[in-house]
Structure formats: C-alpha cells, structure tokens
C-alpha cells in the first residue's frame, strides 16, 4: 500500500482485519509506523517495497490524482517485474489509465484502476469499488477486494432473475466494470452523479428554510423545523438516501449549520463527467448545474454579473452600484 | 376514506389492519364494494357517510388534486358539522389548503392537509407524512397517523441529542409540520427533489451507457453494464438511494428498459416547487432542469429548435431541413 | 399622462414635441410643474384630470407596476365614463391586465395595455411598443402611438413580401399584439429573453476575464482586452446587438467595472416569462438560468451550499468551515 | 488561399476586389478553376503554391478545423521556410494553435490564428476577425486584414476616450487579441455566447408560439403573430440585434418554419468554451444550457427519459410505455 493518508491507511487496516499482509509505504514515516504498529510490514523506500513484496508484486497506489500519482506510477514501472500489478486505487482521470495500462503491458505489467466510494465510513462498512483492468487479473485480485467490500450484508437482495447482469461480484460491493480505465470512468459518473443528488437536496432544503424570509407575504411564510423534515424523509419517502442520512445527522446536530462555510469545493471527477457528457453528445443540464452552482458558491460576485449592472444601467438608468 | 383508487384503497387496508374503523366510499361502487368485502363499511354517498360517521366526523378525501377534490370538499363542507375534521390526503397546492382551512375554520371545521409519500409500496413499507394543520387536531388524529406511518422499523437511528428537532412524530415516519398548508408546502418540494434525485441519476446513466457510442473514438469506448452498476452503487457506495434500488430492479429486469416510452410525464409538484423558488429568490437551477428534462421528453422537437436551425440558415447557410 | 417619472415624463415630452396635448398628473407636485414649463395642461388631482380631459378620455396610467397601479386604476373607473379608454403603460402583469379589461368593458370603457421598450433612451430613439386591446380603439390611438414608436427611421427593412405578417404598425415599431393582456404578455417575453441574452454576454465575459486566472497553468493563461472585444464583435459579427453596444460603451468606460456591486435586481417579468413556461409546459432552461443568476448574485452564500458542505463533511471529513 | 470552401473563396474574392493578389489552391480543381476565373493564380499543389508565393510567404489555410487543417499544415511545414507566415483562418482549437506556433516558431515561422465570424454575409459585410500572434508579424498582415474587414461602415462609434483600449484596429472591425491561441480563443467564446443568444430568442418565441396551445385554459390563450413580434422588436427595442434580424426574415418568409427539422447541429466551439469556462471554475449555466438544447434537439427520447419512466412505475406504478 503506497499512501497511507485517511483512505489507504484505512483501507490497509481493513485488509489486515481480514487476514491479508500489507507493505506500507509513505514518505511520512508517522503513517508508516502508526499502520506498522497495527500489523503492517514498515517500508522505507520503494526499493524496499520491492524486495519486501517479492514476486507477483501487487502494488497498491492510494494518493492524490495528478501529478503526485503520475510520478509514483512511473517511479513503480522502473522497478516493476513482468507479472506485478499496479492498482491505482485513487480518482485518476480515466484517459491517463488508459495510457498507463499501454505502457505497462508492455512491459508484461497490468494495471487495474479501482474507483473507491465510502470515504471515511468506509473502513467500517467496507468500500464499493468500480475496477477496470484484465478479467484473469481481477480473478486473482479478488480476495483483496471480497475484503475491502462491504459484502452482502443486510442490503435487500434486487429481487430478478438477473439476464442483464454478469457479474456476480456486484452484490458484494465491487464489480470488473471493463478494460483499464472503465472502473475510474464509473466512478467518475458516479461522482457526478453525487454532485447532482446533492444539489437536489440543497435546494429543496434551501426553499424550504427561504419559506420564513420575509420577501414573502406575511401569510403566506412557514417557519418549518428542517431537522424534523429531513428525519421523517428517511422513513418511507421515495426520496430517502445515504445522502439524506448523512444531511439528517448534521441538521440534528445544528439546524442552522452555522459551522459551515458555503464555499463549496469540487474535485475533478464532477468537471470529467461533464466532459464525458460533451464528447458523447449527451445533454446533462442537472450534473452541471450541480457543479457549476459550486463554483459559484466560492464567489461572491462574478464578473459577469456586474457586467450585467453595467447594461441594466446602460439601457435603463438603474443603479447597482455598492453604498 | 374518500376515494379509493390505489392510494386510497391502499391506505384503508393498512388502517383496518391497524384495528381502526373505516366508512368508505367512491362514485366508482365496485371500488367500495371490494373495500366492504375487506372489511369497510360501504356507503352509498357523501350524505350516507355523514350518517355513518356520526359526530366529530373525520373525513378524509383521497383524490386527485384539483377540480374534484376542490368540489368534493365543497360537498362535505355543506354537510359536516362543528368538530368535524376533514383531510385532504392527495396532492393539493398548499395555497390552495391555507384558503380551504380559513374557510372550513368559520364553520368550526379543521382542516388538515397530509403530504403522503410511499406510492405502491406504502401499504407494506407504510406511508411517510407531512401534515399541516393545528397541534390540538394532529394530537387527536395521532392514532391514525401512527397506523399508516412506517413507525421506527429497521432504519437506523439518527445518532443526535436533537436539540433541534422538535416533534416526536418524525422518527415515527410522520411529522406536524406547521399550520394549514404547511403539510402540502413540504410534500412539494419534496417531490421537487425527487425530481432532481431522478434526473441526476437519469443523466449519469444516460453517459454510461452512451460511452458505448460510436460518436467516440474506437479506443475511447467501454460497453458498460449498467444492471451491474446500479447493483454495485446500492452497497457502500455515497449514492445509494431507495430511488437507486429501484432503478436496479429496472435494469436487472431489462437493461435495455424497451419498455418504457421515454416520454416522462409531471405533475404540478415540480412546477409549484419551482414557483415557490421564484417566489423566495432561490435560485433552483437542478430542480428546474430536471423538470424542464420532462417537458422535454414530451416533444421530438421544439419550435424553438427550428428557430434555431432558421437562424443558422440565415447567417451560415446550414442546412437543417428534413430529408 | 398619470404619473411623471423617468418613462412617463419622457414619453409624454415627445407626445408635445409630436404636438399632442398632455394632461399630466402625478402625486409629485413638482414632476407636474415641471412637465406644465415644457407645455403641458398641469392638473391637481384625478378629478381635475377627469374635468380637463373631457369626453372620451384618453388616461394614460405609467406608475410601477403592481398596487399603486391597481389603485389607481380602481380610482379612475370610479371617474371615467363610457367612450373612455385606459391606457397602462406600465409592466403589469398580463392576467390583471386580461381581468381588469372585463371589469371595465362592463362600464363601456376599453382597457388597453402597453408593452414598452426603450428604457432611458427612448426618448430619442422612440418607443417599441407591444399593444393588447381591441383593435377599434387601437385605430383611434394610432397617432399617439406613432408619435411614441421610433417608425422606420434607418434600420433596414426585413425583405419579404410578408405572407406571414399582418399588423402595418410593426415596421413603425408597435404593434397590435392581440385582445387585452397580449401586450403585457409579448413584452413580458420580450424582457425573459433580455435576461437570457444578457446572461450570455455576462457569461462569455466571464470567460474572457477568467483566463488570465492563476487558476490555470501559466502556458494558457491570456491577459485579454475586453474593451477591444466588445469593440470588435459590433462591427460584423454574428453576435452584434445592442446590449453589446451597451457593453462596449461601459467597458471603454472602465475595463474593471469596478464601479458596479454585481448585485443585479430582477423586475417581475423574468419570473412571469418562466411561470408562463411552466404553463405552457415549454422548457426554458437559458431564461431561468438567466433569472436564477441574479438572484444567486444577492447571495453571498446559500443555505443549500452550507448543507452541502455538511454532507461533505459527513462523508468524506472534508472540512469547509470559516477559518 | 488553401481552401476554397464558401468561406475561403469568398474571402480571397474580397482581398482581390481589394486589389490583393492570391494564389488559390484546393483539392477541387474546379473550386480553383473558379476562383481563376476571377482573377486570382491557380495553384496545381502545395509545392505549386510554394514556388508561386516566393519569399516571405503568407500561406493562409481556410478548412474544416480537425485532421485536415493539422495535417494541410504539416505538409505547408515542410516547405514554408524562414520569414513565412502561416495563418489558420478556420475554427481550430486554441490549444492546437498553441502547440502549432511553438513548434513553427523552431523553423523560424509565424503562425497567426484568425477567429473569423460573418458567415455567408461576411464577403459584403466584411469579416470581423480576432487574430492571435506576434505583434511584429499583425503590422506586417494589416493590410490585409483591413481589406477582409468591415471598416468603420455606418456603425455608430462608441463614445468614449477609451482609456482601457489599445487596439486602434477594434473600430476597423479585427483585433490583436494576443500570442497565437488568442484570436481562436475569443472567437470559441463569441460561439459560445451565440449559442446563448440563439437559444434565449427560441425559448422567448416558443414560449409565444405556446401561448396558443390547448394545454391552458381558453380564456388565457393568445394566438400571437411570431412575424410582426420579431420585426417590432427590432425597431427601438433592448433585444434588437442581428440575430433577431435574422429572425426576423425566417419568419416574415414562413412563420411555421416548416422546412426545418429542428435537428440542430453544434461545431466545437460551445463544447469548447464549456471546457474553458470549467478549466477557469466559472459557471456558465446559460451558455451549457444553450449547448445542451442542441443535443437534445437531435434525440427524441434520451436513454435517461427511459430511466425516469422506469423509476415511476416502480415507485408509483405509472406507466409511460408505447401505446
């Protein structure tokens, strides 16, 4: 496991918890002996990890997309044999893993990228992984993942006969989605898509709030206790979700959510998706609404708006101008 | 129980199985038929129910929205008395409810507007509810709340001190949400999340699948399967969502979905949620797309869409004229 | 002429220099004498208004839109006498105007409603102008109204033998639109598309200005001159306009704008135009993406962006608090 | 001139009625053939080309942006020689440009990219161009760029000192815009807000056009003429532009506009400035929105329409299936 911040120390330890050895390596030497404490094989360099893997290395990447990630891969190819596999576990681009997986294949090297949702939950009630990568690597691999995922656990079976599904990993929380790069493309969707859920909900919770300003005749104004509403929402509404959970537990806590900031940061994945949507001709009003509306939370004022004062003053005499 | 088409019939059931009494009736007499058979006390009209009903009446009208249910509460008004309670359980527009409460108040007649979220799977799973209306009513109309509402079940508890939360209805599946209209207000937007929830997940689905496209270089495609994917998100993944469950019962079932026509159709709720939005300045931009994508799938093309093409004639020559 | 500010004042200054008689009223004592030095009959009150008019009375209602202009409405029918027409000049909203012409087709008064364009430069330039009413009454109004429009000036004529075009008046710059309410209505259009063409410009600038953003790599940044742009796009490209004439004149001003809040106000019609859509079932995603930014652009941060980082948070430890 | 599409032929008839000399070369020798004709020096190749334009060549490439602008100027590479210019008048990605003129500035070459917009109308009207490259090498070109252009003409100036602007050319209608990448890159945004123009003008005469249908109440509908709205808003209006010109006569020639699908195409230059607005983090809702409108268009039912349908019978049990 190289990376042992939040997401790939955690998942090590879940590893081990299932009776798998771990190399642990990171250029912060605190995370490499805290994970070697808990049980992991300490390593003080990537020649270290070399020698201490051995053959058929299994080389785990778990770091920040971009460059830091790009260095490492290239870094593992130079001491890489043939028959290792290079797993990116992070939120690489899925057009750098396509390129990746042609340079290793020839050097016999496979790459699988593994796209990982459950964040800091994860360790606890195991990660939902997307993999792209070669089907005889994968049939190797998956003890690794049958460990990291959350298994069936007490999540209704889809009720079906399942002609359209050819993957009996899915219920158990990973699934081969295709060649490299397919299983970062999957979660790129997905993170779009979660953008586009989140949203949704951002703004039904914001009309409801908006309901008491007082832009609204006096009558017609409710002052509606949001904690209570996203509850009831979690029991039996065609609207409950993880999401709607996660947003019950922090109205709960604070229903005003003073703590937060607003500014709203996005990674690249939600960017991707509307990129994949343009090259495929597929219109995605929701999924970049979404994620232009974070963008928009981290500016208070953008340029073109007041190039619209500017014209409402041109042609009307209106004045926006600050007091 | 007024009106007894799938919600309504469905809800009496669950109510007499629940132990309660219930005086059912609808123009359509085979519908009332069938509920006596179940174990309901038919009545033949609104003046017979009244008789059935006897003092401190609790009428509730299960109908669609609109004109019928607006004439039918007419109808009743003539006839209940002081203590009467008469609920409408469909899917009014809250303004609506405050001017029918304010009515019905005059006359010593409470009004109680119930938002019911559930659909088909309500009679088993129960009903989740927003109900407006005052606390004195909700207080004697507990019992019946609490028979058609999901009650506690197996979903996990929102792990807080609630210092926020104010009404022990919410983890029960049901909550007072305010005063007359207050119910319906919440049930709307509601559904204008729903919406957008659908829509998110519709145009993620819609890239998956489209990533097949032959729009796209050769080496950039991947034939996903999307049956496996709605299977692998619904376990520990950020997006998974009862409306996720029940799009991978769709896909298992054909992942093609051929069946459906793709025309999509709305009902008043996302367009109220939206005036709601305009009303309050809150800017909507997911939940407006999203119903504004239904609009959308109703109509092969816009006459804006030929402006489009004319426009494009006019200044470059394009040709979009048909074959 | 009842009520002299900006756009009153100034149409009825180019109805004298047109030679038409004015009445002018307004609560502002000082706006009617003023109008009284430029020529005009000043009058004290709606009575004194009624007695100088005499029989069949022209009124000319040009107040903000909305209860003083329902008021004084309700005052002059309360004055007026069969053979009288109303005229609102204002921006009201079309279904007061559809209500307001029944009520007073009963007293055989004829309520006309116009749409009017041109803001501070109509002036000079003349007012377009969107009529509603009936077609009898607007042959007695049309020396007024050609005195108001701009009437063909130097823009070119549209070439066609208009098979599709019926109203002599449009080339003049009004036209009859249709029964009472139409005018409202075609202007009401008219200012949701002004939004959405604004929207564009805005956002195109935006881009522009953004480029030099240390946001990007510093190979593909350019430092733009978006005074010469604008500039440039007037003098034969697709986009020229006469918002872009406004633009460039406010760029040449102030590159930076910087004398401009970027708070931008939205009259009513932006969010009639989108009701009418909803009505209408047409989507409409530019125009309310146009009118959802500006009333993002009055919000620093949303509540919905608080709940999204909330979820954030609870998902994946991001933190997004105020430091 | 290297392409005698309608563009290229039209601009080299402009630079010879401006008393420039060309020598014309295209695939179609018939399209060189004519171009003869009127006077320019047919060229048989590239190397043809070479030999007729001598030293100091300005090769002037006019074709579909993609693989035969990069490769026509790979070959132009081969045999341009130090002090030539090669300029791209198409539609090239700005980043392409970028690439192109490091590479070409090794051999001691300039290449200079033209955004060129006008369209059909442009050899009459004068092109408006937006030019990227060495301000050394735009003196050396002014000539022919103030012949392509449209000069001064009857457009008003705007008045101002222009303090923030620099470009003398911007009133002759073309500017520096920067290093080479500039002058695609404003022209991508100029696309990009068009396509924002376009799609306000076709949601404001849809929803007029809508405003007859029967999905409202009798009383509400207006049966608007399209012809005489679009030519009075020309005249004195905030939305008058030429666009609305255009309009203006696809409506006045047919105001159905039956002859078009409705299929509307989109080149690279939308998808591109979303990429660019994304990059820069600037939300452009408007301009996605009008690029989406254009995907839609060419869809009748997207594969996510079908999903929705999906998730309504399975929550509700509505059924949207083909009759």
Redesign the interface.
Known sequence: MIGLG?MGGNMARRLMTGGHEIVAYDRDEEAVRKLADDGAIAATSLDDVREKLGEGAIWWIMLPAGAITEQTIEAIAAKAAKGDVVIDGGNSFY?DD?RRAKALAEQGIDYVDVGT??????RE??????IGGREEVLTRLDPIFETL??G??D??R??????????W???????H???P??GH??KM??N????????????????????A?D??PE??R????????A?????????????????????????M?V???????DSGEG?W??????????????????????????????????????????????V???Q
Chains 1, 2, 3, 4 share one sequence.
Not at 234 to 248: E, F, K, P, T
Not at 259 to 265: L, P
Not at 300 to 309: A, I, N, P, V
Request: hydrophobic letters at 40%.
């Open positions: 939040r057009k396509i949702s459950g964040g800091v939950w994860g009630r195991g990660y939902c992984m997307m995922a959350p069936m656990g999540i209704t889809t009720p079906y006969d399942r002609p359209d599904g050819e993957d990993r899915a219920e158990k929380g990973f699934i989605a295709g060649p790069g397919a493309f999957v969707v997905h779009g898509i979660e953008y586009g859920l989140m949203q949704a909900y951002a703004e039904g919770f914001d009309i409801l709030k908006s309901k300003s832009k609204l009558d017609e409710f002052d509606l206790n949001l904690t209570d509403i509850e009831v929402w979690r029991r039996g509404s065609v609207i409950s979700s993880w999401l709607l959970d996660l947003s019950a537990i922090a109205l709960a806590k604070d229903e959510l703590q937060f900031s607003g500014s709203v940061a960017q998706t509307i990129d994949a949507a343009m090259e495929e001709k597929v219109p995605a009003n929701v999924l970049t609404a979404a994620l232009f509306a974070r963008y928009r939370s981290r500016i208070e004022h953008t340029f073109g708006d007041k190039l619209l004062s500017a014209m409402r003053y041109g042609f009307g005499g209106h926006e101008m600050p």
